[in-house]
Nanobody, 120 residues
Framework: QVQLVESGGGLVQAGGSRRLSCVASGSIFTINGMGWYRQAPGNQRELVARFSSGGSTNYADSVKGRFTISRDNAKKTVYLQMNSLKPEDTAVYFC??????????????WGQGTQVTVSS
C-alpha cells in the first residue's frame, strides 16, 4: 500500500523555472533511496537526480548546475527545483523510491509521472 504522487508539471518557457514535488505515503518503514527520472518520446528513461540511501546526491551531467534535489524526511517528500529550463528538458518526469514496507517487502516504486513541456 505504498503510493508516490507527483505534482508541479506544466508548460514553461525556455529559461524559466519549475518545481516538482513527490509525496510518498502508505505502510513505509524506510526509504532507502529516492529521486527523479525522465523520459522523452523515443528515448530511454534516464536518471535526473536522486538521493542515495546514505544521503548523498547524484545528478545527470545534463542538469548539473541547473537542477537541485531536496527532501523533507518528516513529510516523506522529495522536490526537484528546475532552473534555466531548455526545450531538451521536455519529458515526463517520474518519481522513484526504494522502499522497505512495514510488512517487510522491499522494492522500487514509481509515480504516475508528470509532464514538463519547455517551449522555445
Amino acid at each position: 500500500q505504498v503510493q508516490l504522487v507527483e505534482s508541479g508539471g506544466g508548460l514553461v518557457q525556455a529559461g524559466g523555472s519549475r518545481r516538482l514535488s513527490c509525496v510518498a505515503s502508505g505502510s513505509i518503514f524506510t526509504i532507502n533511496g529516492m529521486g527523479w527520472y525522465r523520459q522523452a518520446p523515443g528515448n530511454q528513461r534516464e536518471l535526473v537526480a536522486r538521493f542515495s540511501s546514505g544521503g548523498s546526491t547524484n545528478y545527470a551531467d545534463s542538469v548539473k548546475g541547473r537542477f537541485t534535489i531536496s527532501r523533507d524526511n518528516a513529510k516523506k517528500t522529495v522536490y526537484l527545483q528546475m532552473n534555466s529550463l531548455k526545450p531538451e528538458d521536455t519529458a515526463v518526469y517520474f518519481c522513484n523510491a526504494d522502499i522497505l514496507t512495514i510488512q517487510g517487502v522491499r522494492r522500487a516504486y514509481w509515480g504516475q509521472g508528470t509532464q514538463v513541456t519547455v517551449s522555445s
